[in-house]
Every structure is written in C-alpha cells, then in structure tokens.
C-alpha cells in the first residue's frame, strides 16, 4: 500500500494543527469510557444508596489490579506499532497487532476467571466494610467476568490510536457510552435490578463496542486484517513490545497494589469516607483522563515521529502539549475551588460524605498541573521507547512517599493526611520526571 494512501501520519503537519485533531476525538473518545463507571456511581448512589456506591467504589480499585498487567503489555504493542507506522513498515504493523490481539484474548479469560473465583477474598483483604461487602462481592463478580470484553475492546482502540486513527475510536465508544446508559436506566430505575444490573449494563454495552470495532477492522481497515491467515503470533515483535510495555506492566500493578494498600487506609475511616474517595475519586479520575489523553496522544505523536528520525518535532510536540496541560489544569482547579461542593451533591446528598470529598478535591486538584506535566513528558518518553524510567519513579515514590505518609498524616490530620500525602507524592514524581526528560538519555531506546 502507497504511503500516502494511509491517513493518520502524524510525521507531517503543523504541530498545533495535528495534535489537538488527535486529542480531540481521543479525549471524547476516553471520557466517554469513563462514564462508565461514573454513571454506574451516580445511580447507584441515588437509587440504591450510599453503600451499594461504596461497593461499586471498592470493586473499581481490585479491578484495576487485575488488568493493569494486560494495560502494560498493550501500551508497549501499540509504541511498536506507531513506531513501525511512522516508519512506513506496514507489514510488521499487520504482525505487531495480530500478536497482541491473541495475547489480549487469552490472557484476558484467564483474570475473568481469577477474579470471578476469588471475589470475596479480595475484598476481605482491602478491609472493605462489612455492610459494604455482600453488595460489592455480587456487583464485582459480574463486572469481572467480562473483563476479556473490556481488554479486548481496549487493545483494539490502543491499535488504532498507535496509527494515529483516533476518530474511529471516539465513535465506538460514544455507541458503548450511549448503550451503557441507557441499559443503566432500564435496569435500574425501570426493571428495579440491584447493583448487579449496573456491572450487566456496562458488560453488554462493550461487548456491542468490540463487535462494532471486529466488523469495522474486517470490512474496511486499509491495513489490519482478522483473515486466519493474517493472524499470526510474531514472537520477536511481540517481545519488543514486552520489553517496553512489563516495565509499564510492573508499574501499574504496583500502583494498583498501592491502590489497594491506600485503600485499606482509607477503609479504617469508615463508610462515609470510603463513598467520599470513591465519588471525589470520579471526578479526579475525569481529570487524569484528559491528562492521561495528552500522555497518549503524546506517546503516539513521539513514536511516529521518533520512527520517522525526527526529533526536533517531537520536541515542539512536547511544548505544545505542556501549554494545553497549564491552561486545562488551570481552569479545572478554579471550578474545583467554586464549585467543589456541587460537584460532590452529582453523587450523594450526603452532607458528611459531600464534606469529605470537597476535601479531597480541593487538596489532590492543587497539583493537577504537575501530575499533567510529568505525564506529557511520560508519553513523550513512553513513545520513544522508554517506559524503565517511569516504573522506577512510579513504584519508588508510591510505596517510600505515598503509602508511608498516608499511614502517618492520617494519623495525625485525620483522613485529609491521606489527600495530603496523594499530593506530595505527585510533586516529588513531577521534579523527578524532569530530571530524566532534560537530560535527553530516553531518546536511546528506539524500536526502530
């Protein structure tokens, strides 16, 4: 296939055209995943009551755990396809994808399975409430077990993201987003289901998503192909992604251990403080989903440009995604500051839960800016090739600065220790991260 015949080249273009054109249906695209869980929590909290939102807050972290192992691999596939992409070897990008959608597949009924049979124990061993866990035990065993739907959904989004294709993507999800809403309402409010009718919803609606993305990859994709014959599992391209990607891997089941940990910590606090974190959690998590957006789109500008042997661009790729993530976060702490409590009552009309969560909002949304800021420069590295740096940062700040001073503010500042200690651990990973990137040893980790 001709090059030029082959849209998503990101190598060409003027930077502060072509990537707000890529964030743009990325950034829809991700938020519309997040709502998700984010209209699961609004009605449970408002039909089904504050512990069955705690229970779907609780489940949200164990899962996480579960699959941030499949994320790592699939985040370290898709730079070796943006790299081969901007390098114009279409052949091994066929290869590259092939290799991760077997992985993905397989991998992924394997967690459904662990998590379905060990549901219970995990929340025992977090310290979840016990008037939280019977409803958080029958909403999580759903959920999970259609974790290979979800990662296999993810993996196909990711492939096309690494070839610069993020429009399609943005229109898979808004069907899954629409889908799970309105299942959410008919289960819910119209059928009266308990807080399994919430896992079912989301399930189905991106089962619809993968098979909407498989019938548009067999039709009419220019260069993937589900032919049996073109599947094939390239165990030389699939390594070079593992090698880039476990570190990644590591990294995120390390934070999702911590996660857990933290979680524990907050669990001591009670009830009222865990459906505060889990519904303060939402709106954060809102927020590092357009952080974690520019981080992505950043990691493909980089891979292709980076494949392409252009640097300079990558460089001024960087700087313009800096001056998005100074101006975004800005605004978002202004509203948080005004309008904190507002944006609590969308979950809760708890008073003591709307308090607590103002808290977190006010404390952790101070240091949006340096989260934004050390994550472009992540995806910047991400792209090159280096994800060694950042799971060393990621680990060693989480477990010797976050879990630490958690355990010893709140036991001094009450459950805004725990907020306090989120922040500070953001900051020193920000100034960290800075170190490495201005020292420039990343960009030695090519695929190509």
Request: charged residues 15%; hydrophobic residues 55%; proline residues 2%.
């Amino acid at each position: 296939m001709e090059a030029g015949s082959v849209k998503g080249d990101l190598t060409q273009g003027k930077v502060w055209k072509i990537i707000p054109a890529f964030v743009f249906p990325l950034l829809i695209g991700n938020l519309l995943q997040q709502m998700y869980n984010l209209v699961d929590s609004v009605i449970v909290g408002h039909f089904l009551g504050k512990e069955a939102l705690a229970a779907v807050s609780a489940s949200f972290f164990i899962y996480y755990f579960i699959i941030s192992l499949v994320i790592g691999v699939g985040s370290g596939i898709t730079v070796v396809i943006s790299q081969f992409y901007g390098a114009k070897q279409y052949d091994k990008v066929q290869l590259a994808f092939s290799s991760i959608f077997i992985f993905t597949i397989l991998i992924g009924i394997f967690l459904s399975v662990i998590g379905v049979v060990f549901s219970e124990s995990f929340f025992r061993l977090t310290k979840t409430p016990e008037d939280v866990i019977p409803g958080a035990v029958r909403y999580f065993r759903v959920y999970i077990g259609g974790a290979f739907i979800f990662i296999t959904l993810n993996s196909l989004l990711s492939v096309f993201r690494g070839m610069g294709d993020s429009t399609r993507p943005m229109i898979f999800v808004l069907i899954t987003a629409l889908l799970n809403v309105t299942l959410d309402v008919l289960f819910i409010i119209v059928f009266k289901w308990d807080i399994e009718g919430v896992a079912f919803a989301t399930i189905l609606a991106q089962m619809v998503g993968v098979v909407v993305s498989l019938v548009y990859l067999h039709k009419r994709h220019p260069l993937l192909s589900l032919k049996r014959k073109d599947m094939k599992f390239e165990r030389t391209l699939f390594v070079r992604g593992m090698k880039i990607g476990l570190p990644t891997s590591i990294q995120q089941c390390s934070l999702s251990i911590g996660l857990l940990t933290l979680l524990g910590v907050v669990n001591i606090f009670g009830t009222d403080t865990l459906t505060a974190y889990g519904a303060a959690g939402k709106i954060d998590s809102l927020v590092t989903q357009v952080i974690l957006t520019l981080s992505s789109a950043i990691s493909a500008f980089c891979g292709q440009n980076m494949g392409a042997g252009s640097v300079s661009r990558v460089h001024k790729g960087v700087r313009f995604a800096m001056l998005i993530n100074i101006l975004f976060s800005s605004v978002i702490f202004s509203l948080i500051c005004f309008f904190g409590r507002e944006m609590m009552m969308i979950f809760t009309s708890d008073e003591t839960v709307i308090s607590i969560g103002y808290d977190y909002l006010r404390i952790v949304g101070a240091v949006f800016m340096l989260h934004g800021a050390m994550n472009v420069m992540n995806g910047a590295m991400r792209g090159a090739g280096d994800t060694l740096f950042a799971m060393v940062t990621g680990i060693v700040s989480f477990w010797l600065i976050r879990i630490p001073l958690a355990y010893f503010l709140s036991e001094r500042l009450g459950y805004c220790g725990i907020w306090w200690a989120i922040s500070i651990n953001i900051t020193l990973g920000f100034l960290a991260t800075s170190v490495y990137y201005l020292s420039g040893r990343w960009k030695r980790r090519l695929v190509v």
